[in-house]
């Protein structure tokens, strides 16, 4: 049976994600404290500008926890360095901290929602455990937390075939629905440089995109629409919860019921 096998949100933008039993959606339509906090610089147009491991690859090297009720974030070194902030009080020294060791120059801000998302119109984004196994065999060496640690999907979904995600985009794409909160598809979700490097130390892996391009051709479903996808460095929904389902609540557990069936596979 289709269901939500993982919650998982980043409360820093960048950073290590926590797993959740259940989740907030709130009235932008994203989980709560999902890229709540971000390291900023000041943009072009003086809007603060969020920065990522796309800007740092030192960002891979640090190891993070963070608790969402009393807002304290642990911070891990490779060194073994360990240091503590309570983000409500101490969010200026965290920040220095941060970019010290990043060696960038940022602001460390908190944002309400949408907070820092990479698409405030849009809302979690989704993957299937499935599809996490199936990418983490393409490569020697790649686990499949590995894989769920490169690609960071906030809802991970059990029980269904491998990019059962992809049928959600393109003309007339169904929707689904995860206890009772309503997803729609957006937009598959175009990769940058981060899910090509090692999640521990930043390490590229040699010719990651064109192995992933490779097998992203061969396996493409036979129930996705091609022509919603730009090109297929693609992998996971950006999906969009519609008015009528936020300010409720999604559970690991809770039954995952498409609006279409796929045609001639099971789970």
């Known amino acids: 049976m289709a269901h939500v096998e993982r919650l998982r949100i980043y409360p820093i933008k960048g950073l290590d994600a926590i797993e959740l039993a259940e989740s907030h959606i709130t009235d932008a339509g994203t989980m709560a404290g999902d890229r709540a906090y971000a390291l900023t610089i000041q943009g072009a147009d003086e809007t603060p500008e969020s920065i990522n491991g796309k800007q740092s690859e030192r960002f891979h090297e640090l190891s993070t926890d963070f608790d969402p009720e009393t807002k304290l974030l642990s911070v891990r070194t490779p060194e073994g360095e360990h240091e503590q902030f309570n983000l409500q009080r101490d969010l200026d020294s965290a920040g220095e901290w941060l970019c010290s060791f990043l060696d960038v120059e940022a ?81 598959p979700c175009a990769r940058c440089v981060v899910p090509s490097r090692d999640p521990d130390t930043g390490e590229p892996l040699p010719e990651f995109r064109e192995r992933f391009l490779e097998r992203r051709e061969a396996t493409f479903p036979e129930w996705a629409d091609r022509e919603a996808f730009d090109h297929l460095y693609t992998l996971m929904l950006i999906a969009r919860v519609p008015e009528p389902s936020r300010g409720t609540t999604i559970a690991v557990g809770d039954t995952v019921d498409a609006d279409t069936e796929l045609p001639g596979r099971t789970a």
Request: charged fraction near 25%.
């Open 107 to 187: 602001t460390l801000r908190r944002r309400e929602p949408p907070a820092f998302v990479d698409r405030p119109a849009a809302g979690p984004s989704v993957i299937s455990t499935a599809t996490l196994e199936e990418v983490a065999s393409w490569f020697d060496g790649m686990s499949v937390e590995g894989a769920r640690r490169r690609l960071r999907a906030n809802v991970e979904v059990g029980g269904v075939p491998a990019f059962w995600e992809d049928q959600f985009v393109g003309e007339a794409a169904p929707g689904f629905e995860a206890g009772g909160v309503r997803f729609e598809g957006v937009e």
